[in-house]
């Protein structure tokens, strides 16, 4: 597992950055000067006026601080309007519908008329800048253009995940006071229409702020409008809705967006990102750690629910110039084929996923990626947790056929773009390695009392200080901002993540501090154990949680799903646990190994452990399940519990 791939010389000819000696040198100015350094950075944005400085302390010990305050901006602008000169015929978004069956291209040009047009109808229905937006849909064009047009007049968008709950709707709503809903009448999911409406009515039940709900038509139900109900396209194609709308100009430290953080918190976590540092912290981490080129398709398999969907299906890649690949489905429907005919229809260069979906894809073997072409690639990302090295190979060498670097990048929603994260052209890539800060990020790995960790390792990952991308407070919570991400390290940012760096200066995220199992007194990272079990041939996917022991206090249950035509046995089992012993030490062998069929997971692909938490100490306290896409393996895994 420690072998190290180095910088294809084809790929670092074209790279932004073709050496480790060019990024250690541009690294260093970022830190040593980060004033200048970002302002230099900056002008690869629009600006209508260019910002004098870049970051100020207004309150240290409060942690209130600004990026380029004095700059004002329109992010819809940078992302649409700047390119119509010279690029308004190339493609900014192909569309494909959950089934495969409908394709759709939109070009720069089209685009500006759109988010115009749709920035009219807001607003004619009285919403302006600094109000809120609340936006629920699936994975179809019109969310792109609704978010787009939010940040073109000022409105700061609150988009909600489709596929949340009626309580967790009203929450986010509510919480977010927003002005205006825009939904559809549904959405599909494995081939089944969804009907959002009977969830959003009851949703909006006793809301004292929504004045307009504006209806997108995407599975045709048969609808009656209510008062102050509108349908999308009647809206958009009105004689009355002109194709010109002018950008607001915004202040750099005017609110974006909102994003909830879903969990098990009494109220909301609204993550407030704003306008000028945001945008410039993911224009440049998608340009240089994807090192994208004009001429390049992106394909993004994340939800724009997610912060990965605003910063890299949005924001980034369309400051960038980018042709972005947008899915409405899931990589197995209509089978596990999906991701690599659009890849192979679309001549995809650049495809970026969660390590859940490369080894949920894994299962299913090597067969089905050889009946398509995927020459076209040239990078592969990761995204959502760290990927283990068995997936990183299996990826590497199958998808990439052995040629494309893989970007591991490790962020947060909180920091609104990639923190760490390879430079293609210039690393060597190690399997599990998030490998180094991007430019102005200073990170250290600490033990509980303060103390620099010694190399490899473990301990709490912190960055020194502020960057442009990060959030600026909890919104309408300050102090929980500072409760949760300050208090911990005087005056360091805390991530929540363990991490530990080797002898080249290259990080190794290990994941979340509560993903650590105190056995007899021994800290254990869940997710080590889970990469030991993947690294076996017979294992498909794992998760290891704790369960109560009468003698080592807590011990770890790991659910496993087999890969094609394996078979469970008594003799599989202990092999198992000998392989956990062998790869970590017998310290880490797994008192209880259960075989699944499927794991509780979002639609992303990502693994929802406390629910199998719960499970493994036989309670029912599941915390909230609205991104559970597949409910009903709460049953099945519990009625074969060990």
């Known amino acids: 597992m420690s072998k190290e791939y180095p910088p294809d010389k084809n790929f670092s000819e074209k790279a932004y950055v073709k050496s480790v000696e060019e990024y250690y040198e541009i690294y260093k100015r970022s830190i040593e000067d980060p004033n200048t350094f970002w302002l230099e950075k900056a002008k690869d944005l629009d600006w209508i006026k260019f910002p004098t400085k870049s970051f100020n302390w207004i309150n240290k010990d409060r942690k209130v601080f600004s990026w380029f305050e004095d700059g004002t901006i329109n992010a819809c602008y940078n992302c649409v309007d700047r390119h119509l000169k010279e690029d308004s015929e190339k493609t900014a978004l192909t569309w494909i519908s959950h089934d495969l069956k409908e394709t ?185 750690n994807f090192d994208y080129h004009k001429s390049d398709v992106y394909f993004c398999t994340a939800d724009i629910g997610w912060i990965t969907g605003h910063s890299y299906m949005i924001y980034g890649p369309l400051s960038n110039l980018a042709n972005v690949i947008m899915f409405e489905g899931i990589p197995t429907y209509p089978d596990n084929e999906s991701y690599w005919k659009i890849i192979q229809d679309h001549k995809v260069n650049i495809f970026y996923t969660a390590p859940t979906v490369v ?24 995204v959502g947790e760290p990927i283990n090295p068995e997936a990183w190979f299996w990826y590497y060498e199958n998808v990439g056929n052995g040629k494309c670097p893989i970007v591991d990048t490790w962020w947060q929603t909180e920091s609104g773009g990639f923190l760490i ?62 409760d949760i991400y300050w208090s911990k390290f005087k005056d360091y940012y805390f991530c929540g993540d363990r991490a530990k760096v080797d002898k080249d200066g290259d990080y190794f995220i290990i994941g979340r501090l509560d993903d650590v199992i105190k056995v007899s007194g021994h800290r254990i990272g869940a997710s080590e154990v889970e990469s030991a079990l993947v690294s076996n041939k017979n294992v498909g996917e794992a998760a290891v949680v704790p369960f109560l022991h009468k003698i080592k206090g807590q011990a770890m249950y790991a659910f496993i799903i087999l890969r094609e035509g394996i078979v469970i046995s008594d003799n599989l089992v202990e092999e198992l646990r000998e392989h956990v012993s062998k790869e970590i030490g017998p310290i880490a062998k797994p008192d209880k190994i259960q075989v699944v069929k499927a794991l509780p997971k979002t639609s992303s692909g990502k693994i929802i452990r406390r629910i199998l938490r719960a499970i493994a100490y036989d309670s029912e306290d599941y915390g909230d399940l ?15 519990k060990l």
């Open 626 to 640: 609205s991104t559970l896409v597949n409910p009903e393996t709460i049953e099945q895994i519990k009625l074969k």
């Open 104 to 288: 759709k291209k939109i070009n720069y040009k089209q685009l500006h008329e759109l988010v115009s047009k749709f920035s009219n109808v807001l607003k004619s229905k009285g919403v302006k800048k600094g109000d809120r937006v609340s936006i629920y849909l699936p994975m179809i064009p019109e969310l792109i253009i609704a978010v787009l047009s939010c940040a073109r007049i000022g409105a700061v968008h609150s988009v909600i995940f489709a596929g949340y709950s009626v309580p967790t709707i009203k929450d986010r709503i509510d919480f977010a006071e927003s002005k205006l809903l825009i939904t559809s009448d549904g959405s599909y999911r494995n081939g089944k229409v969804i009907n959002f409406i009977e969830d959003i009515n009851l949703a909006l039940e006793g809301n004292p702020t929504i004045e307009s709900k504006i209806i997108i038509r995407r599975v045709n139900l048969d609808l009656q409008l209510k008062e102050n109900e509108y349908f999308w396209d009647q809206e958009i194609n009105s004689e009355n809705i002109s194709k010109d709308c002018d950008c607001e100009t915004m202040k750099a430290e005017d609110p974006l967006f909102i994003l909830f953080n879903s969990g098990t918190v009494e109220k909301p976590k609204g993550t407030l990102h704003t306008t000028g540092g945001y945008l410039l912290y993911v224009n440049q981490t998608f340009k240089y």
């Open 421 to 482: 994260a390879p430079f293609p052209g210039a690393f060597n890539l190690k399997p599990g390695f998030a490998t180094k800060p991007f430019f102005g990020i200073e990170a250290e790995i600490l033990r509980d009392d303060f103390s620099k960790a010694e190399i490899d390792e473990p301990a709490n990952i912190v960055i020194k200080k502020p960057w442009p991308g990060m959030m600026r407070t909890i919104y309408k919570d300050h102090q929980l901002f500072l």
């Open 359 to 382: 080894r949920s894809l894994m299962r299913f073997g090597k067969e089905p990626l050889k009946k398509y072409n995927l020459e076209s690639l040239k990078l592969l990302g990761s």
